[in-house]
């Protein structure tokens, strides 16, 4: 008796065993695109749980600028916080 998480992904595990491999090849900025887009959303999901956050009322969405028109010192700044 396992946990039910665990028990699924050892079954999806072995389901992969009888998957043939292919030789398909494809750009790496595709990937990494794609990557980037999971990060940014789960990211974001985290950020949308943290409403009493200072910054949230600043800064609502994550992996943009707050403004174009900050100085360079001043975008430093935003982004080390």
Same mark, same amino acid.
């Given at each position: 008796?396992?946990?039910?998480?665990?028990?699924?992904?050892?079954?999806?595990?072995?389901?992969?065993?009888? @998957?043939?491999?292919?030789?398909? =090849?494809?750009?790496?900025?595709? !990937?990494?695109?794609?990557?980037?887009? &999971?990060?940014?959303?789960?990211?974001?999901?985290?950020?949308?749980?943290?409403?009493?956050?200072?910054?949230?009322? @600043?800064?609502?969405?994550?992996? =943009?600028?707050?403004?174009?028109? !900050?100085?360079?010192?001043?975008?430093? &700044?935003?982004?080390?916080?």
């Amino acid at each position: 008796m396992g946990i039910r998480g665990n028990e699924d992904a050892d079954i999806a595990a072995k389901a992969g065993l009888d @998957v043939a491999i292919t030789n398909m =090849r494809f750009p790496l900025g595709d !990937l990494l695109t794609c990557v980037n887009q &999971l990060c940014v959303k789960e990211w974001q999901q985290l950020w949308n749980q943290r409403t009493s956050n200072k910054l949230y009322s @600043v800064q609502p969405a994550v992996g =943009r600028s707050v403004s174009s028109s !900050l100085g360079h010192y001043d975008s430093v &700044l935003i982004n080390r916080l």
